[in-house]
Every structure is written in structure tokens, then in C-alpha cells.
């Protein structure tokens, strides 16, 4: 038997009520409690929203242009149904309207004889009525497919709905947007380039002065952003390393720039510099940027490659630009030039190994910070563990992320010794009593994997 929405709200509000018990509000909650009744609202909101976009399809449907009059809408004051579900809601014009096209897009259809068909997209209907995706999170996937349908066939396309629902549950609306990007360069790599035209002609940067100030307003293309990106990051990963190595933190003279004011900083001494040019860089903790291609697609020119620390994938042409700049290394996959295991040999991982990593683990392969960010660490430890300096016993980590495993004890696993091996986190008993692997790494943004 099918699950509804309303049957899935109601597991929900049992749910939240057990796990409420007898506590009068949430500061009589222990922390179990707390996790519980975060996870089961949770639920409970995708739910009613999942609910919300039924109840706003049908709307739409009753609101419909040939009904002229009759339209429910219109008998209710309002233009649109989307105006008519933002006013009783509260909700945006915006909101309203995603709710009005989740809503279609995942409602029951029938054919000109009025038989019975199934939704449009149906893997999307059954996350959203389980509570396992969200509204905002079908959004996005519904606009992928309905993007790429008209170039892949129709088999591809059900695949890739399907391996998007499967990955979209337990990640934030953040990270759904990194899967959807590049989920959508997997299945329409032709479509790159001609993106990348488009976002080029959009380039500008304007400066002004207001109230004695000099204010900057920027918006680039990834090609011609990635090194701007990478030198900034670079400049502020520079100072924390600086930071980390000053013998008294709280001392009155010790540095405590945000990092907004870092990248301002960093900025002004780049253009310092290139006006003086006095051979003195400022310090920029080896900022590269890093384009990574697959060997075919590079040899036949199709495809597309990617950025490190950069979502949005670019296509062959820009990356054959950029390897032709100073300060961008470009990283060709599959070649067996490099050794990427030394065992006991070396302690430290090799530059090539920290590409190869990179490649696995995009950056922090916990919290996603960019690779500048991090160190690659070794999961069974070089002097406790005897460990080797090979990539199934490396991880990239933020010192942040590095710190709270070990604080925690949390267990690393890599599944493979490839970089396209998946790292998984297993959280202690304390935290979660049937141990359940977390994915890490880039593997929770890859459709192909």
C-alpha cells in the first residue's frame, strides 16, 4: 500500500509527540532527546510542505486559464494561484510559486481518455512523500531534468532522477545545489560551454566611493574567477597559518582580523604588489589553482573538467586557456606517472598525493571546506599506528573536522584504494548507537558514482 501524505504527517506527530514525553518544552530535553525531536521535525517539516505543494497543485489546477470566471483563484480575489497560496501561507511570491511546480510536477496525470498515469516524476514523488526530501530540495532536481530532458533520452533521465533522490536525503539545500551542478555537467557535458559563454558577457566589476569609503561590487565567470578565488584563500590561509605558530594568542598586539577583513586585506597587497612589482609577494601558502580533466575528454575535446574548491564545472576550452597561465596546474586523470603509495617510506604525502586526495575528497572530505583549507592526515596514525603514506590510509581534513574525530572517536573507512574510492565516517555509540556510515568526500555530489 502506498504511503500518503497525511499518513506520513501523522507517523511524524507521533513520533515528535514520544519523543517529547514529559518535558514542557525544549530546555527539558537532554541532549538525546534534543538530537531525536531535531531529526523528527525535520521530517515533520518536509512532510507538510511536501503537503503544502499537493494542496497548491490542485489549486492550480482549479485555477487554470480556461476556466475563465471559475477559476478558484479568481473567485478568491487573486490573479495567479501562486498569489493565492503566498497570501494564505505567508509565503513569498517565489515560495509559492516552487510549491505550485513541485506540486504539478509530482501530482498523479491522466492521459486524453482520462486514464490513469503516473507522475511526472515519480522517484521525486515518493521522497517527498516519505519526508526524506524536502520541497526546496525537489526544486532543484525538478528543474535539472526538466533542463536535460529534451537532450538525453528518457531511460537516462529516470536514471538520473532516481540517483538524485538517492542522494539528495541528509544533505543541506547547500550541498543539493553542488549535487544538482554537477549532476547536470554528467548529463549535458555539450551544455557546459555554451553556459560559460553566457556567464562570460555577464563579467563586471564596478568601484565606487561612498561615506569615504571605497566600495567594490564584483560578479565573474568561474574561468576568469577561479585564480581570483585561489589568491585570496591562499593570502587567508597564509595568516591562520601564521596564527597557529604565535606563542600567545591573546597578547594585545595578536592578530584578530575576521576573515571579511582578511580578504580585503589580501586583495589590497596583491594590487600593491603588482604596482610595485619589487619581487616581494605577499605570502599566499602556495595558492594554485588546480583544473582537473579526464585524459579522453582532453585528447577529444568533449567533456568537461573541474576547479578544486569550485562547484560549477568548466568546459574543455577554458581549461586548455587556463593550463596556459602561469600559477594553474592542470591535472590529467588516469595516467600512471606519479607513485601515490610510498608505505613506510616517506611520512609526509607528496604534492601528488595531495592532487590524488583532492580528487577523492574535494577539499575537507567532512565538512567541504576547500582544499587550500586543509591537511592530508593519516587515518591509522604514522607513529601509534605504524601507518602508511598511502592514499587508502589519507584523508584531507580541515583542522577543525581533524580535531573533532579524534575528540569524538569517530572511525574513518575508505571503500577502495582509488581516487575514486568512497570515504565513509562511522560516528561513535555515544552519537549514534547503530554506527551508521556517513558518506564523505566528493562522492556525495557524483551521479556517476
Same mark, same amino acid.
Given at each position: ?7 506520513? #504527517?501523522? %507517523? ?37 510542505? %511536501? ?115 538517492? /542522494? ?62 585561489? %589568491? ?8 591562520? %597559518?601564521?596564527?597557529? /605558530? ?86 590529467? #586523470? ?11 617510506? /616517506? ?103
Amino acid at each position: 500500500m502506498t504511503t500518503t501524505h497525511l499518513e506520513a #504527517l501523522h %507517523a511524524a506527530v507521533s513520533r515528535l509527540d514520544a519523543v517529547w514525553t514529559d518535558a514542557e518544552d525544549a530546555a527539558g530535553l537532554d541532549r538525546a532527546a534534543l538530537i531525536a525531536a531535531n531529526e523528527t521535525l525535520g521530517t515533520l517539516n518536509r512532510v507538510v510542505t %511536501a503537503l503544502q505543494a499537493e494542496v497548491a497543485a490542485g489549486i492550480a489546477h482549479e485555477s487554470r486559464a480556461e476556466l475563465g470566471s471559475e477559476s478558484l483563484a479568481k473567485q478568491h480575489g487573486f490573479r495567479t494561484a501562486a498569489r493565492l497560496v503566498a497570501a494564505v501561507t505567508g509565503a513569498s511570491a517565489g515560495d509559492a510559486s516552487r510549491l505550485v511546480a513541485v506540486g504539478a510536477a509530482t501530482a498523479p496525470r491522466s492521459d486524453l481518455l482520462g486514464a490513469p498515469l503516473p507522475a511526472k516524476y515519480p522517484a521525486v514523488q515518493r521522497a517527498l512523500t516519505d519526508g526524506s526530501v524536502s520541497v526546496a530540495a525537489a526544486a532543484l532536481i525538478i528543474a535539472l531534468l526538466d533542463r536535460v530532458r529534451l537532450k538525453i533520452d528518457s531511460d537516462r533521465v529516470q536514471q538520473a532522477e532516481a540517483l538524485l533522490v538517492e /542522494k539528495a536525503p541528509g544533505l543541506s539545500l547547500d550541498e543539493v545545489r553542488r549535487l544538482v551542478t554537477r549532476a547536470e555537467a554528467f548529463l549535458d557535458p555539450d551544455g557546459v560551454a555554451p553556459r560559460e559563454e553566457s556567464a562570460r558577457a555577464q563579467n563586471s566589476l564596478t568601484f565606487y566611493e561612498r561615506d569615504g569609503r571605497l566600495r567594490l561590487d564584483g560578479d565573474f565567470d568561474i574561468e576568469s574567477g577561479a585564480p581570483i578565488k585561489a %589568491a585570496l584563500e591562499g593570502y587567508v590561509t597564509a595568516v591562520f %597559518a601564521a596564527r597557529a /605558530k604565535t606563542l600567545d594568542p591573546n597578547a594585545p598586539d595578536a592578530d584578530r582580523r575576521t576573515i571579511r577583513q582578511l580578504q580585503a586585506d589580501a586583495l589590497s597587497s596583491l594590487c600593491a604588489h603588482a604596482l610595485g612589482c619589487d619581487d616581494d609577494a605577499p605570502a599566499l601558502a602556495g595558492a594554485t589553482v588546480i583544473v582537473r580533466v579526464n585524459l579522453d575528454d582532453l585528447t577529444t575535446g568533449t567533456g568537461y573538467g573541474t576547479i578544486d574548491g569550485i562547484d560549477q564545472p568548466i568546459s574543455i576550452g577554458a581549461i586548455r586557456r587556463m593550463a596556459a597561465n602561469g600559477g594553474i596546474i592542470p591535472t590529467v #586523470l588516469n595516467t600512471d606517472s606519479d607513485i601515490l603509495d610510498w608505505g613506510r617510506e /616517506k611520512r609526509l604525502f607528496t604534492r601528488t598525493q595531495r592532487l590524488a586526495l583532492t580528487e577523492r575528497d574535494g577539499g575537507c572530505a567532512m565538512c567541504t571546506l576547500p582544499p587550500s583549507m586543509t591537511r592530508a592526515h593519516h587515518i591509522n596514525w604514522w607513529n601509534r599506528d605504524h601507518g602508511t603514506t598511502d592514499l587508502n590510509n589519507g584523508i584531507l581534513l580541515c583542522d577543525n573536522c581533524h580535531h573533532r574525530i579524534h575528540d569524538n572517536d569517530w572511525t574513518i573507512h575508505i571503500d577502495g584504494t582509488s581516487t575514486t574510492a568512497h570515504v565513509w565516517f562511522i560516528p561513535p555509540p555515544h552519537i549514534d548507537p547503530t554506527r551508521t556510515p556517513r558518506l564523505g568526500g566528493t562522492a556525495r555530489y557524483t551521479l556517476a558514482a
